[in-house]
């Protein structure tokens, strides 16, 4: 029985490992990618709830074996939960949407959310991206020195998703701050001397009924915008309830912003460390940063861990897993993996092919957002390499969390 197996001597689960820096966690990392590529790890420090019959989980390191568990959702579901620790019911329901579904749930909703992203709609959004990073970085220009996670990288994925939600001006903000609370409760700097299970609750709140509320505005008075299209979506005779919207909201209030906002970061700091990869893509940014943006998710790796339960018994590189216990796919490892990348410790934005795990493995739970998330990174990045050559950035502050690769502010110097 699991209760009886000896943990790993390579600990992965603690605060202490998840506050170090990435590079000094890529050591343990590439350890267990030699020695113990599946390895038994004990439960979780700082979970939302205890649970007394959680005696650990696999942690899951190697890139094939991570391509392997998500395109095998049969074996290893998501419906059990998808974050390392253990968390209300209702919060899996009322905040990860499809995230943490199985089929056949999984693939009607996905499909529906899916329908709302018309041609049309996808067109207005690329327009509306471009013209927003080109007004931030205007408005950086005008500064002297600053908070680039502030004046930019928080900006962009903010105002791309509430923009066409259609939200509200007046409650983005604090809908924004509430979806960041949900990523980082872990780091007690964020949450002060509050219970990160109030933290969470709280947040949580704030986003259902900010979801709830536009949902029952557009289905009285469409408008064209997101919202709108979500509420009237219609599958085979299928509609989204209010309360799938509301959840689809709040996933999207936080994957939507904390991905794309921390990989900005990372790839700036990136670039001015690999001075020549900067040089190379202001060369010509039209032909190169399309390819680039993979390298940029690649090296930030913005989600740091996704968990699948076992449905039945199965063995995975050689360990037998029981049907019921958990696997953990750690994303930057699988991003670090000699066997998948040719000097994967190099930035290289002209790696091809690039099949960096960064927006999941594959299979059906592959990030919906990714090409969102790749037209912002075009988009911020070509501004920013030829209308601010001088910046320099400072000593990043990194967020302490074992599910995103957050920085939680970057000074930077706008004109050298």
Request: proline letters at 6%; hydrophobic letters at 40%; charged letters at 25%.
């Amino acid at each position: 029985m699991s209760a009886t197996r000896p943990y790993c001597s390579v600990d992965v689960s603690s605060t202490a490992f998840w506050s170090e820096p990435a590079d000094v966690r890529e050591r343990s990392f590439a350890r267990l990618r030699a020695e113990e590529p599946v390895s038994w790890q004990r439960p979780s420090d700082g979970g939302l709830m205890p649970d007394e019959d959680d005696d650990g989980y696999w942690a899951i390191v190697r890139h094939a074996d991570i391509t392997h568990v998500s395109h095998h959702p049969d074996v290893f579901c998501s419906g059990q939960g998808v974050q390392l620790e253990n968390v209300p019911e209702m919060f899996l329901e009322a905040t990860q949407s499809f995230l943490a579904m199985d089929a056949p749930r999984h693939t009607l909703l996905r499909k529906l959310v899916s329908s709302a992203f018309t041609p049309r709609r996808v067109r207005l959004i690329e327009e509306q991206v471009r013209d927003q990073a080109r007004r931030i970085v205007d408005n950086l220009l005008q500064q002297d020195a600053t908070d680039f996670v502030h004046a930019v990288s928080a900006r962009l994925p903010r105002w791309t998703i509430y923009e066409m939600m259609g939200l509200p001006a007046e409650q983005r903000e604090p809908v924004a701050e509430a979806a960041d609370l949900l990523v980082s409760w872990h780091d007690e700097d964020v949450r002060g001397d509050r219970d990160p299970l109030e933290v969470v609750n709280d947040a949580t709140q704030t986003l259902i009924v900010a979801g709830l509320e536009l949902a029952e505005s557009r289905r009285s008075e469409p408008r064209d915008d997101l919202m709108t299209n979500l509420v009237q979506a219609s599958v085979d005779g299928e509609q989204l309830s209010d309360e799938e919207i509301s959840a689809f909201f709040v996933l999207l209030s936080v994957a939507g912003n904390d991905t794309t906002r921390n990989t900005i970061s990372h790839t700036m700091l990136a670039l001015q460390r690999f001075p020549e990869q900067r040089e190379y893509l202001k060369a010509d940014p039209d032909a190169r940063l399309a390819v680039a943006t993979d390298e940029f998710v690649r090296w930030a790796t913005p989600v740091l861990t996704f968990k699948r339960t076992a449905v039945s018994d199965t063995s995975l590189g050689g360990t037998d897993i029981a049907a019921g216990e958990k696997v953990v796919m750690f994303y930057p490892s699988g991003n670090r993996d000699s066997e998948a990348f040719a000097d994967p410790h190099v930035f290289d934005v002209a790696r091809t092919p690039n099949r960096h795990v960064g927006f999941g493995g594959g299979g059906p739970h592959f990030c919906l957002g990714n090409m969102l998330a790749k037209t912002q990174l075009q988009a911020v990045v070509g501004e920013l390499l030829q209308r601010a050559p001088d910046l320099r950035l400072g000593e990043p502050q990194y967020l302490v969390s074992n599910f995103v690769h957050g920085i939680k502010s970057l000074p930077c110097e706008v004109h050298g």
